[in-house]
Structures are given as structure tokens and as C-alpha cells.
């Protein structure tokens, strides 16, 4: 039986952006029993008045794109989106639960301890198709300036593996996410915690804070 981690290949997230339909999906599989993370691709769909659709690769190392897999990182393994302000944000969702299961199996805490180094990433596209890294840690190639916001890894937090939920309120983005302390320390810790890391007005163009 071949078991592909995280449910390699299958779409991960959907929304409507500009006018398009955004596909986000997750490349990673198992290869001889071992776990092989590939970050997430990202496609746009296009559709004609005969209800057809023309799909085009916009992260991933195919085709039109011009970004490897997972923006470059490969433990970004998926995407979730959401559109706020005018910008599509992309924040990426790493699997510890995969290397959480390797240190009883192994004693290899090495997977463990990656993926808590490469927490959460937050990214935007705006409508001409240019990205941004908002948050996250300071070592993606495609973003040699950094994150433009003041939250890094995690946003702020390395336990922050992944990105669950968006929402806005009263002009804000908030953002929901999974903290793997609750199965690293067994802590009795809530999982789910709000971020909000926009504070200005939706008119406004400020600053990440």
C-alpha cells in the first residue's frame, strides 16, 4: 500500500480572487516508507463564457510559474487563503503531526525541531500577481528584504504550525492557528489562538503590526 503524507495531490483550499478561482494543493509523498515534503502549488482558473476554464500554475516549479513549490519552502506543505483589502494572503500549514511521529518511532527529534524552525509563513498577492512576505521567518530566497510586517516565525510564536482560519473585524484581519505545543509539551493549552496582524483601517496602506 503507498500512503503519500498529508494527502499528496489533493486540493487543499479554493476562493475567488479578481475575478479568477485560486486552487491551492499539496505535492508532498511518502517514497519508500519515507516522508519527502514538497511545499504546496497554486493555480488560477480562468473561466470563459462556455464554462470552461483555462488553469494556470502560479507557485510551483511547472509551466508559467515563476516560484518553486511552497514559495520556495519546502515545509510549507499547503495554503490557506483569504482575501482582505485587496490583497489574496496565503498562510502555509506545516504537518509536525508527520515528525511528531518519528521521535518515539526513531529518537530523531532533527524533523521535529525543523519544522518548529520553519512555522508559519504569511504571504500576499496583489492583482497584478506580485507577492509579498508579510510574516514569517527571514530566510525565503524570493523575499531577500524580509517580511515587510514585524511578526516573525509562527507570527511571532514557533508552536504556530499552521494557518486554520481567516476572518475580518471591524477592519482588521484576524487570523486563527493550530499551536502543536498542545501535543509537543502535552499541555493543556487552547490549539486555536487569534492573531490580529493588520491594525490599520481597510482604506489605509500602513504598516504590518
Known amino acids: 500500500m503507498h500512503v503519500d503524507g498529508l494527502n499528496g495531490g489533493g486540493i487543499w483550499d479554493i476562493i ?12 508532498d509523498k511518502s517514497i519508500d516508507g519515507h516522508i519527502n515534503k514538497q ?8 473561466k470563459h463564457e462556455d464554462g470552461s476554464f483555462t488553469w494556470t500554475q502560479v507557485i510551483g516549479d511547472h509551466g508559467t510559474s515563476g516560484y518553486d513549490f511552497g514559495l520556495g519552502i519546502n515545509y510549507s506543505m499547503s ?5 482582505y483589502n485587496g490583497y489574496l494572503y496565503l498562510g502555509t500549514y506545516n504537518d509536525p503531526m508527520l515528525d511528531l511521529a518519528e521521535v518515539p ?9 525543523n519544522d518548529l524552525d520553519h512555522s508559519i509563513y504569511l504571504y500576499r498577492m496583489d492583482a497584478d500577481g506580485n ?34 482560519r481567516y476572518g475580518e473585524h471591524n477592519g482588521e484581519l484576524y487570523i486563527g492557528t493550530y499551536d502543536t505545543s498542545t501535543l509537543t509539551y502535552q499541555s493543556p493549552r487552547s490549539p486555536t489562538v487569534r492573531w490580529p496582524i493588520w491594525t490599520m483601517p481597510t482604506s489605509a496602506a500602513g504598516p504590518i503590526c
Do not use: H
Open 105 to 113: 518511532a526513531s529518537g530523531n527529534f532533527e524533523l521535529l525541531y
Open 16 to 27: 475567488e480572487y479578481n475575478g479568477s478561482m485560486y486552487v491551492t494543493m499539496v505535492t
Open 79 to 83: 495554503c490557506n487563503m483569504w482575501v
Open 131 to 164: 507577492f509579498q512576505q508579510v510574516a514569517g521567518k527571514d530566510d525565503n530566497p524570493y523575499f531577500p528584504d524580509g517580511p515587510i510586517g514585524n511578526l516573525g516565525a509562527g507570527l511571532g510564536n514557533n508552536s504556530n504550525q499552521y494557518v486554520w
Open 39 to 46: 511545499g504546496f502549488a497554486m493555480y488560477r482558473g480562468d
